[in-house]
């Protein structure tokens, strides 16, 4: 059982950088892939990016690609998502998870969810 804990998110302006951080406890962190979904208000949890276990590959939303960076440090059990170039629409509530089976776009591939960190970017 892994259970994510999200940081780091805040109000920021356009241009920004962030970086949020998911503390997942659990024995079994080192050897599940983690992603991170987002939420905007009025829309459906949205993929933004994943990777596996050992962090050896990556996968990214096309509307992030080249703006944000997923990696993980297995010996903190924390996976990282650092924001640069921050633009309005990617205000959202921005979600970790534990990758359990499938698609790594899809929700349903995942068994353990954070509460989520409010990102906001202003214009």
């Known amino acids: 059982q892994v259970q994510p804990v999200e940081s780091g998110g805040g109000l920021v302006q356009a241009g920004d950088s962030l970086r949020l951080s998911c503390a997942a406890s659990g024995r079994t962190f080192s050897s599940k892939s983690m992603g991170w979904f987002r939420q905007a208000p009025g829309k459906e949890r949205e993929f933004v990016a994943a990777?596996?276990?050992?962090?050896?590959?990556?996968y990214y939303a096309d509307s992030v690609k080249g703006r944000l960076t997923i990696s993980r440090d297995n010996a903190k059990s924390t996976v990282y998502l650092q924001m640069n170039n921050l633009k309005p629409e990617d205000t959202a509530v921005y979600y970790c998870?534990?990758?359990?089976?499938?698609?790594?776009?899809?929700?349903?591939?995942?068994?353990?969810w954070g509460q989520g960190t409010q990102v906001t970017v202003s214009s």
């Open positions: 998870a534990a990758h359990y089976s499938g698609s790594f776009d899809d929700t349903d591939s995942y068994d353990y």
């Open positions: 990777i596996t276990w050992i962090g050896s590959i990556t």
